[in-house]
């Protein structure tokens, strides 16, 4: 015990100890003290606010535990809703809602593919590089995508049931493809 007091006298670390917690010094940091509390509350309630708003949590901690208990992966649940929902819309029949899904299930293969890292400048350099996924379905997307591209910046496109159906087919393949890798 002896031997720590001749150290701590010898560095001055006494000395320091003694003049932090002198009631004169405390005295003249009381209010920057309560300055920095009233910072501290402020900005953990702050965290807390943003932290029960936002979908982080849920996202960061929730997802393996939802992977567990649904043997799907975290996306996969989403994904699956989107596209009832793409295939809800045909349900009516009409040629619009065909149009509508065909564009609907293009922009779930592009954020698909963005998710899953194969961002491109087009559809098709995204499909390119997502190539050894989808090679099965290169050829067929590409014709599904020119479909699609008919639809949009041709308003007297005729669209069949028929065809909005495979091309459909096709967007979903690739969907589940590059969802699963």
């Known amino acids: 015990m002896d031997f720590w007091h001749s150290i701590y006298n010898f560095l001055g670390i006494t000395d320091f100890i003694y003049f932090i917690s002198s009631p004169e010094l405390q005295d003249m940091l009381f ?7 009233f910072f501290s509350m402020f900005f953990l309630a702050f965290i807390v606010y ?19 208990f649904s ?13 009832n929902r793409i295939i809800n819309r045909t349900e009516s029949g009409l040629e619009a809602d065909y149009k509508l899904a065909i564009i609907d299930a293009e922009d779930l293969l592009n954020e698909t593919l963005e998710n899953q890292g194969y961002e491109g400048k087009d559809f098709e350099d995204s499909i390119k590089k997502a190539g050894s996924l989808l090679e099965q379905n290169v050829n067929e997307l590409l014709s599904a995508h020119e479909i699609r591209n008919s639809i949009v910046y041709n308003p ?21 493809e590059i969802a699963k890798a």
Request: charged share 25%; net charge positive.
């Open 31 to 37: 209010p920057a003290k309560l300055i920095f509390v």
């Open 50 to 68: 943003f932290m029960l708003n936002s979908s982080w949590l849920q996202y960061k901690f929730l997802e393996e535990t939802t992977e567990f």
């Open 71 to 83: 043997w799907k992966s975290y996306g996969l649940r989403q994904i699956a809703k989107q596209w």
């Open 156 to 176: 007297d496109f005729k669209l069949s049931a028929d065809v909005a159906k495979k091309t459909l087919e096709v967007y979903e393949s690739a969907v589940n």
